[in-house]
């Protein structure tokens, strides 16, 4: 094992323990919240309202944030962002609603911080033959601690009765468990090596900002924002939307105590699966290309967003409901399996985009990751928006149809990459040295082996 694997094997344990806190905590957010407003005088949806000023903060955050990770490295980046999370979910052992909110503005900024790092430390580890492998890596080790902390969660709401789900020690004990994650993960991100590109690149605050702009307004990025903005829906659904459509079905009531924490478990096994897949055979995913692993993902997604339309009550996207009017009787079989499902082609879009940039802008990762970041969590917020006022209908048509948007614009992009056009901004040249490394052929970009 090299060196640079070792980097993005360590990289991952460290986003492993954080990672336990950020995946399980957007399950039990608002229920958590709704269940403390009983007992004082914060509002019952105030758990939306910080996942909403959370989502804000990280899509304006990630402006800040591409400069402050090439100046700061990777590592300290990480590990600063760690810390950042560590304190917004030691807010929950204090239950004050203006100091939630203003906690919750340093959680996006630490997510833009985060994830932007997270980037752009796996591409400067990464070469063409192994950029699969080494984004697959770390993604699967978010992935099992979805899986670690859907079992804590499980735990938890096993040995609790019904209506001490979300008490206050309930709630404490979970938070604080977070936190603590989060506060090892800092610790090891600090020992995280840092690698040698980063070493001996120098670009200043403001030539980072210019290298964003000029990113942004190529027409080959402007496709590949179809992508990034797909995944921040999927996400979103997934973590927030799909969670709150099971607790509020009450006909699955009497499985609720184990539902959400096993359709979290099963999402991570899908997960796991598939990125162990990709990991095994990463340097032969040029065979089949790009492209086709995204339709396959894309009818991954068509196929749950049709069984949970199908499966749900029509409201149960806006408040609890008692209604059976399903076409299929939803049951914890389905429910579990569409997480399955749901894991799968979250990995396969995720890390397939991840890799893609890692491939294209291998000497400009840190605004590319910028710009994915921006976009992913800009509409996982108007998932947050709008998933509490319109029908689960309209929701399952928007997905369904950006994700076929999305696999189209990535098909147009991929020909733009073979014939060598779209990397030219609308306003000034981006220089190809910039774009591409000299020995990059573009002809392979899509047959080239290459994570809330």
Known sequence: MNQSTKNVVFMGFSFFCVSIALNTAAFVTEPSIHGM???????????YYSLAIMYAMFTLGTIFATPLVD???PKWAMCLASLGYAAYYGTFLLVHELLLYIMSVVLGFSAAILWTGHGTYIAQNSEKNNVDRNSAITLGFAQMALIVGAFFVFIVFSSTAYHDLFSPFTVKLMFGAFSLCSLVSAILFAFIPSSSEA??????YLRVLKDVEILITTPNMLLLCVSFAFNGLQIGFWMIVYPTILSFTRSLIKDFKTAVPLVSIFIGIGAVVAATIVTAYGKH???????TILYLGMTIHLVCFTLIYLSSPKESSLHPTDSTDTVITPTIYLVVFIGFLLGIADIIWFQQTLAFVCDAYPHNETPAFAISRFLQALMSGLVMIYSSAFSLLFQMVLASFLSVSAC?????????????IGNESFFKRLRKRDVYPDDFDIRNISARPSVY
């Open 37 to 47: 407003s009983n007992i004082s005088n914060i509002n019952p949806h105030a758990g």
């Open 71 to 73: 100046v700061l490295r």
């Open 199 to 204: 070493d001996s690149k120098e670009r200043s």
């Open 285 to 291: 995913i040029h065979k089949v290309g790009r492209k």
């Open 408 to 420: 189209v614009t990535f098909t147009i992009l991929e020909r733009n990459l073979k014939l060598d």
